[in-house]
T-cell receptor, first 109, second 114 residues
Framework: QQPVQSPQAVILREGEDAVINCSSS?????VHWYRQKHGEAPVFLMI?????EQKGHDKISASFNEKKQQSSLYLTASQLSYSGTYFC??????????FGTGTSLTVIP | KAGVTQTPRYLIKTRGQQVTLSCSPI?????VSWYQQTPGQGLQFLFE???????NKGNFPGRFSGRQFSNSRSEMNVSTLELGDSALYLC?????????????FGPGTRLTVL
């Protein structure tokens, strides 16, 4: 029931774009995105809700396809500070919160 | 505003012992969730407390328990520790329960079971 993320890992040069995908086998109520840097706690990036409402980061965008039970995180013009592991999290009303398998993103100069 | 705090930051225990971890949420946040993070299993949901009541529980054995106090502070207890319980335990607070609000994570407690 854990959401599956792809790719598992990606290496980018500064300025390049990346897309991280999150796919769930269950119907989704909302999708959260977090970034975790090595040795630190996860930090909130964005929430996407059914119906299209979004809350989050100015420089990072995301999409949520309710029918396909998928979400994608778009990182444009990547910076060194974008490096870390990205997790999607899905919340189904009345049930536990599941984090995805994680995507390691490394931005190099 | 102070962030989420967790104590202790590091713990070393031996098999069979029990341990209690503490989490103080951001002021005004009433929901506290606990997660176990390991390299093999990733971030696994343990349970969520809201207004002193357990709202949701993950797929962990009964050795893992928790509670929340009237000031929203939460504790997590693991009894009869096993080697596989070695992990980073993270707590996260949010204003309310449910999927509408972001979670703010504490720095975690690194538990090592020998």
């Amino acid at each position: 029931q854990q959401p599956v993320q792809s790719p598992q890992a990606v290496i980018l040069r500064e300025g390049e774009d990346a897309v991280i995908n999150c796919s769930s086998s269950k119907a989704l109520y909302s999708v959260h995105w977090y970034r975790q840097k090595h040795g630190e706690a996860p930090v909130f990036l964005m929430i996407l809700l059914k119906g299209g409402e979004q809350k989050g980061h100015d420089k990072i965008s995301a999409s949520f396809n309710e029918k396909k039970q998928q979400s994608s995180l778009y990182l444009t013009a990547s910076q060194l500070s974008y490096s870390g592991t990205y997790f999607c999290g899905t919340d189904r009303t009345g049930n536990q919160f599941y984090f995805g398998t994680g995507t390691s993103l490394t931005v190099i100069p | 505003k102070a962030g989420v705090t967790q104590t202790p930051r590091y713990l070393i225990k031996t098999r069979g012992q029990q341990v209690t971890l503490s989490c103080s949420p951001i002021s005004g946040h009433r929901s506290v969730s606990w997660y176990q993070q390991t390299p093999g299993q990733g971030l696994q949901f343990l349970f969520e407390y809201f207004s002193e009541t357990q709202r949701n529980k993950g797929n962990f054995p009964g050795r893992f328990s928790g509670r929340q106090f009237s000031n929203s502070r939460s504790e997590m207890n693991v009894s009869t520790l096993e080697l596989g319980d070695s992990a980073l335990y993270l707590c996260a607070s949010s204003i309310t329960s449910g999927g509408y609000n972001e979670q703010f994570f504490g720095p975690g407690t690194r538990l090592t079971v020998l």
